[in-house]
């Protein structure tokens, strides 16, 4: 739900408001229990069928460091990380999301979330010996959405390889920026994460007020996590930082040089939403990762919350290029606390990718573009 008297025209062609304009029929009930103070999403567990062929894709091609591996799993981190690990690719049945893992600010912010989520009725599970290596004392939960969550503070600190130069690649992937799940209700998952004391700091809608994604901040950035509306819960991508544009270039070279171009899904481009630059690769189990650089601050508390139409054209592509269809469907599981797959609930609200791809399946739907009630394609010559 849209209040649409509170927000402004930039010249820009978005919308801003001083507070998120979104509102859940269907809220989670807010606990009386304190949240715990996030940090930072710090790393993604990631069930892999077939380990040596992940750990090639994330190591030799996209050139994370190993900070430890064994038989049965990789720990991986970014450029800038001096926390043990960024990603766990773990070897399992099923490709899935095993935990969304965020860093809280202090031990007692462990207390914290199991208060929270129980008095939730959530099913909350604590190992003072950390859940995987190189973390210690953790939370993991199924939060009300069906995602599973972990949180931790004490973590074995590892070098920083900033300073590293003759180990650096052209595409280097410097820190980890943030994760993207897809949920149906997307104002019920926002009203969520604001009580878990998350800010939204940008929204897509439409004038009838559905909401069809959402960007929400711990860190001082556009996002830890998205909202994107659709069947779930499921994971949309987890995404990686480069310093500029040009490293996501050189990946893309690179990946027409090993002749695996076929994992990029979409790309490279600059989003409307962030504005910053992409590039959206699928990695051998067909989780979608993305390499992305230079959005802006919004650590003030009255950063403004930019809302963009969902019949803007520029929105998820700041150059008019359109979304390919799997970037809306494809998504992967994630698992319950004891590793299975969670039910996937259908989304029942509009479909972003109906109401803005044309019938030859690519085009997409400026509003005044539409005569007689056929939609037009808006880029010159077709896209096929
Ligand atoms: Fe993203």
Not at 128 to 152: A, H, M, N
Not at 207 to 222: E, F
Not at 268 to 285: K, M, T
Not at 291 to 302: K, L, M, S, V
Request: hydrophobic share 35%; charged share 25%.
């Amino acid at each position: 739900m849209t209040h649409l008297d509170d927000r402004t025209l930039t010249s820009s062609g978005f919308y801003v408001s001083a507070e998120a304009p979104i509102h859940s029929d269907n809220p989670v009930p807010t606990p009386q229990s304190p949240p715990p103070d996030i940090l930072r999403c710090a790393y993604m567990e990631l069930v892999v069928e077939d380990l040596a062929r992940s750990r090639n894709f994330y190591v030799d091609v996209l050139g994370l460091y190993v900070t430890s591996e064994d038989a049965e799993s990789v720990y991986l981190r970014s450029t800038e990380e001096f926390i043990h690990h960024n990603l766990v690719l773990r070897r399992g049945p099923v490709a899935a999301v095993a935990a969304f893992s965020y860093r809280v600010r202090t031990p007692e912010d462990l207390d914290k979330a199991v208060a929270f989520y129980t008095e939730l009725g959530c099913e909350v599970r604590r190992e003072p010996g950390g859940f995987t290596q190189g973390i210690g004392d953790s939370v993991r939960v199924v939060d009300p959405l069906g995602f599973p969550y972990e949180f931790f503070h004490a973590t074995e600190h590892v070098e920083r390889l900033s300073w590293r130069y003759d180990l650096h690649t052209p595409g280097e992937l410097v820190r980890l920026d943030h994760f993207n799940q897809v949920t149906p209700d997307v104002p019920r998952a926002v009203k969520f994460m604001q009580d878990l004391g998350f800010r939204v700091t940008e929204d897509i809608q439409d004038d009838a007020g559905t909401v069809y994604a959402a960007w929400m901040r711990r860190k001082p950035t556009v996002h830890d996590t998205a909202m994107t509306g659709g069947d779930g819960p499921r994971m949309h991508h987890m995404a990686w930082s480069t310093h500029e544009k040009h490293n996501i270039l050189a990946i893309c070279d690179k990946l027409g040089a090993l002749r695996i171009s076929d994992c990029i899904e979409r790309g490279p481009g600059r989003h409307g939403v962030s504005n910053a630059f992409y590039l959206y690769l699928r990695d051998p189990d067909g989780h979608r990762v993305e390499i992305y650089t230079q959005d802006y601050y919004t650590g003030d508390p009255d950063n403004p919350v930019v809302t963009w139409d969902v019949h803007d054209n520029q929105r998820r592509d700041w150059w008019g290029n359109p979304v390919v269809p799997s970037w809306y469907t494809e998504a992967s599981l994630v698992l319950d606390l004891d590793g299975n797959p969670q039910p996937v609930v259908a989304r029942t609200d509009d479909s972003e990718m109906e109401v803005t791809v044309g019938a030859d399946g690519f085009s997409y739907t400026r509003k005044e573009d539409a005569e007689d009630g056929a939609l037009q394609g808006f880029k010159l010559g077709e896209t096929l």
